[in-house]
Every structure is written in structure tokens, then in C-alpha cells.
């Protein structure tokens, strides 16, 4: 246990108060919205430096978790914002917590929509712009080498052990199910429940 | 006759009937294939979009920044009503899966301390990271005979992974390099 209040009390989080806490939230997804390249996952590092490292709303495993259980509820997983909004209002109460989390999703989807609003209506204008045709080609790349730092950060963020050490366990669930992922096409949903089942018997440390 | 004439499509749908249709692509979505239930629901059944239309909006959707599938409900939203039609559609999509979400948040902040439920989360977590981890993998054979761009790509992932470089700065810096070496050579055809 001790470990684990160490490194929460390493995060010193600047108190704002409520209202304070909730417009923080709001500008911190605003300001990240338009960078959300390549379907939005390429943010989820972002948000892990914003949450644990910068602000200290979540613990690292508890980023870990919100993650998680993004991916298994049904509907978008780029919902995890809002999960990230509720951690950051939580010390507050349910109902500023509540707050944070819906205030937090309309701001991460603001912005993007209002230029997706543009898009559309002017699409047949640049439809065959070579401004367009640069964008595409060019964000594709770096949308790859960002998913791979994604992926690389989540692991490192989940397979950890209380200690800090990685998880060995962990990251041999973690690398089948990347393989699983990309040989078959079985439902996700029955990695978690297999892995949940795994580490309720103490198979998978943290 | 050759083949038959496509059937008509409906009339464009008002703000209630984006909201509603939405709603019901967010609820058959229920376990996944969010997408699919989007076209089967807005082309197949409702007849709002021919298949074109519907697929012209998925490469919108891809190009611009926001998730892929909030962004297709804004196309299909702003394409008959404009922006209140964009922000009707989205309601629809997000309303039922948020509001669950949130539920499952609070619920999981008041009982994550519980030593059963880390121990379930433990396992959960490390299989959900390997599903992050898949995603680059599942990009990556699009670029197999792009050197250029496995040496922008990698180029990305040492300045994050290792170089501790934020997202907006990398993607500020990278980004017009990488436009202005895909900057179409010939002319394109209109």
C-alpha cells in the first residue's frame, strides 16, 4: 500500500477550488481537441501527462483503469475524456465531479466538430485542393509513428507493479493480445474478460 | 432493363428525426460495430444518404481531427441541417452511451479501492494495453514501400517515446515538413 500513497504524494496538485478545477478541465481539452489526428486515440499520451503528471487528478494505474473501461463500455472509446473530467472533479464531490466529466467531453469535441461543420459544407471546394491531398498523405505518417508511442506508453502505464518494476505477467497478456488483435478477429471485450479473470486469481500482479 | 433505378432516397430528415436516428445507431451499436450500424440505419433503412454520400463522409470523417465515428455523425448531421443538425446528430450518438459511462465512473471511483476489484482491473488493464499497442501494428502495412514515411514515422515515435517531446510541438514541427514533401507534383485532375 505505502508505495502506492508515495507516489500519489509525489503529484502536488494546485488547488482551485471547484469552479476553478472545472474551467481548467475545460480549457486543457479545448486547447488539445484540434490535434486529435487519425480518429483521436493519438491522444491518450497527452492525456495521461495532462491527468497524472501534470495536474494530479488520477494515479497512474487509475489512468490505466479509466482506459480500460473506455475501451470495454459500448460507444466510442475517445469517451475516456469524459472518465478523465469525473477523476478530475471526484475530490469535489459527485456532482462537480459529474460536471468535469460531461464539461470535459463537450470541450474535447468543440472544437473538432465545429471544423467538421466547415468541412462539410465546403468540401467541394478543396475536395481536390492539393492543400487536401499534402494533409492526407502527410499526417499518415506521423499518425503511425504516434500511435506507436501511444502504444508503447499505455503498456508501459499498465503492466506496472505497485514497486513501479514492470509486470512481467503483464506485458506477456498484453503482447498475446496485440498479436490476437491483429490475426483474428474475436471480440476484444473477451481479452478483458479472460485477462479480468486472470488477474482475479492472482495471476496478474500490480 | 439492365439493372433496377436505385430507390429514392427519403426527404432530409429535421433536427428530431437526426437526433432519433442517431439514438438508434448508438443502441443497435451496443457490443460494437458502431460503423456498420451507421450505414446499415442512415443508407440501408432510412434511405437519408445514397452509399456514395455516406462513403464520401467516412473519408471526411478520417481527415479531420476528432474521433472517426463523432465525426461521421457530424457529416450526416451538417450534411441535411447544418450546424444544429451536426450538434442533433452527435446528441443522439453520445447521449445513451455518456450517460452509462459516467454511471460505470462513478461507480468505479467509489469502489476501485476494494482489493477484489484491483486484482479483476489488474488483468483488464493489461489486455486493454495490448490493444493499444495493436494500433500502429494495424497501420503499419500501408507504408511498407513509403521509406520516407517509415523514417518520418519513426522519427515521430523517438521524439515522444524517448525524447519526451509533447504531442502539439512534434505534430507543429512535423507536420509541415511532411505536407511539403507530399505536396502533389503534378496537378491534380479536378
Known amino acids: 500500500m505505502s508505495p502506492v500513497l508515495l507516489l500519489t504524494a509525489s503529484c502536488r496538485a494546485v488547488h482551485l477550488g471547484d469552479l476553478g478545477n472545472l474551467a481548467r478541465v475545460i480549457w486543457q481539452f479545448l486547447s488539445l481537441s484540434l490535434f486529435s489526428l487519425g480518429g483521436g486515440n493519438t491522444l491518450l499520451a497527452e492525456y495521461h501527462h495532462l491527468s497524472v503528471d501534470k495536474f494530479c487528478w488520477l494515479t497512474s494505474s487509475q489512468f490505466a483503469d479509466l482506459y480500460a473501461l473506455a475501451e470495454a463500455a459500448p460507444g466510442p472509446s475517445s469517451m475516456i475524456v469524459g472518465l478523465l473530467g469525473l477523476g478530475a472533479g471526484w475530490p469535489e464531490g459527485p456532482f462537480w465531479a459529474l460536471l468535469s466529466g460531461y464539461g470535459a467531453e463537450l470541450a474535447i469535441l468543440l472544437p473538432s466538430t465545429l471544423v467538421m461543420v466547415m468541412a462539410c459544407l465546403s468540401w467541394r471546394h478543396f475536395e481536390h485542393s492539393p492543400w487536401r491531398m499534402a494533409f492526407e498523405r502527410g499526417m499518415g505518417p506521423i499518425t503511425l509513428g504516434i500511435l506507436f508511442a501511444v502504444g508503447l506508453k499505455i503498456v508501459r502505464t499498465a503492466d506496472v507493479t505497485r514497486a513501479g518494476q514492470l509486470s512481467v505477467p503483464g506485458v506477456i497478456v498484453s503482447l498475446v493480445v496485440c498479436v490476437l488483435m491483429l490475426r483474428t478477429r474475436i471480440s476484444p471485450l473477451w481479452f478483458m474478460a479472460i485477462a479480468g479473470v486472470l488477474g482475479a486469481a492472482g495471476l496478474i500482479n500490480r | ?190
Open chain 2, 1 to 190: 432493363m439492365t439493372e433496377p433505378a436505385p430507390a429514392p432516397l427519403a426527404p432530409a430528415p429535421d433536427l428530431r428525426q437526426l437526433f432519433v436516428g442517431m439514438l438508434q445507431v448508438a443502441l443497435s451499436a451496443f457490443g460494437g460495430g458502431l460503423s456498420a450500424w451507421s450505414q446499415r440505419i442512415v443508407v440501408e433503412q432510412k434511405r437519408w444518404m445514397s452509399d456514395e454520400e455516406f462513403l464520401t463522409g467516412l473519408t471526411v470523417a478520417r481527415l479531420f481531427p476528432g474521433p472517426n465515428q463523432i465525426n461521421m455523425a457530424v457529416y450526416i448531421g451538417a450534411n441535411f441541417r447544418g450546424l444544429p443538425g451536426a450538434l442533433a446528430a452527435l446528441a443522439g450518438m453520445l447521449l445513451v452511451p455518456f450517460t452509462l459511462l459516467m454511471a460505470l465512473g462513478l461507480l468505479y471511483f467509489s469502489v476501485h479501492t476494494l482489493p477484489a476489484v484491483d486484482r479483476v482491473l489488474a488483468g483488464v488493464v493489461a489486455a486493454a494495453a495490448g490493444m493499444a499497442l495493436s494500433m500502429g501494428f494495424k497501420i503499419l502495412g500501408e507504408y511498407r514501400k513509403d521509406p520516407v514515411a517509415l523514417g518520418l514515422a519513426a522519427l515521430v515515435f523517438v521524439a515522444l517515446a524517448f525524447g519526451h517531446l509533447r504531442l502539439v510541438p512534434v505534430v507543429l514541427v512535423s507536420g509541415p515538413i511532411a505536407m511539403a514533401w507530399y505536396w502533389p507534383r503534378r496537378p491534380v485532375e479536378p
